[in-house]
C-alpha cells in the first residue's frame, strides 16, 4: 500500500529564510509525486509534480522539489521564503491508479 | 477556463436535512473526484468518476452518501440524512488523465450540520 508522510506539521520560518519541507512516501515502485498547496479557505494549489526524468523539478512561487529515490522522499525547497508563502502545504503520491493520496500537511507561519 | 467550480461554498443544514453538492469540472477533463478534509483525518478522497462512469467509492463513509454524474459537465455529492459527523470541507477535482497529472481542485464547500 502506498502512503504518504508528512513528518513536520507546523513550522515556522522568518521572512527572507530558506524553506524545506520534509516528504517521504512508500510505494513499491517509482510513483507520481506532487506538491500542492492551501491557503486559509481555498482549494488545493499544484505547485510541481515529478513523475519522470530530472529529479530537481522546478514549480510555480519560485518552489523546487528534488526526489531522491534511496531516500523515498520528495522534500520541497524554497530559498527565500515571503510572507504571502504562509498556507498549508501537501505532499501527495499517485501510484498511476487515479487514486491521489495525501499526507497530513505542514503548516508554514512566516514571522516578519 | 474558470476552473473547478462547486457550489455552493457554504452550506448549514440541520441534522437529518437532504444535502446536495455541486461540480462542475474542467471541460475536457476526464477525471472527477470528491474529496473531505477534516482536521481529524486529513483529505480523504471518497469516490471518482472516469468519463462520468464511478471507478472507485470505496471511500464513501455509508449509504448515507451517494454521488452522480450524469454528464461531462456535472456531478452532485448528496448526503442523506445529514449528520453533525459529516460537517467537513468537501473538494471536487478533476483530471485531464490517469496519474501523472496533478489534480485541479474547487474552492470547495464548507458543510455545517447542526
Known amino acids: 500500500a502506498q502512503s504518504v508522510t508528512q513528518p513536520d506539521i507546523h513550522i515556522t520560518v522568518s521572512e527572507g529564510a530558506s524553506l524545506e519541507l520534509r516528504c517521504n512516501y512508500s510505494?513499491?515502485?517509482?510513483?507520481?509525486l506532487f506538491w500542492y498547496v492551501q491557503s486559509p479557505g481555498q482549494g488545493l494549489q499544484l505547485l510541481l509534480k515529478?513523475?519522470?526524468?530530472?529529479?530537481l523539478v522546478q514549480g510555480i512561487k519560485g518552489f523546487e522539489a528534488e526526489f531522491k529515490r534511496s531516500q523515498s522522499s520528495f522534500n520541497l525547497r524554497k530559498p527565500s521564503v515571503h510572507w504571502s508563502d504562509a498556507a498549508e502545504y501537501f505532499c501527495?503520491?499517485?501510484?498511476?491508479?487515479?487514486?491521489?493520496?495525501f499526507g497530513t500537511g505542514t503548516r508554514l507561519t512566516v514571522i516578519p | 477556463d474558470a476552473g473547478v467550480i462547486q457550489s455552493p461554498r457554504h452550506e448549514v443544514t440541520e441534522m437529518g436535512q437532504e444535502v446536495t453538492l455541486r461540480c462542475k469540472p474542467i471541460s475536457g477533463h476526464d477525471y472527477l473526484f470528491w474529496y473531505r478534509q477534516t482536521m481529524m483525518r486529513g483529505l480523504e478522497l471518497l469516490i471518482y468518476f472516469n468519463n462520468n462512469v464511478p471507478i472507485d467509492d470505496s471511500g464513501m463513509p455509508e449509504d448515507r452518501f451517494s454521488a452522480k454524474m450524469p454528464n461531462a459537465s456535472f456531478s452532485t455529492l448528496k448526503i442523506q440524512p445529514s449528520e453533525p459527523r459529516d460537517s467537513a470541507v468537501y473538494f471536487c477535482?478533476?483530471?485531464?488523465?490517469?496519474?501523472?497529472?496533478?489534480?485541479?481542485f474547487g474552492s470547495g464547500t464548507r458543510l455545517t450540520v447542526v
Open positions: 515529478y513523475f519522470s526524468g530530472d529529479t
Open positions: 501527495a503520491v499517485n501510484s498511476g491508479a487515479n487514486n491521489l493520496f
Open positions: 510505494y513499491g515502485a517509482t510513483p507520481y
Open positions: 477535482a478533476s483530471s485531464p488523465r490517469q496519474g501523472r497529472d496533478g489534480y485541479t
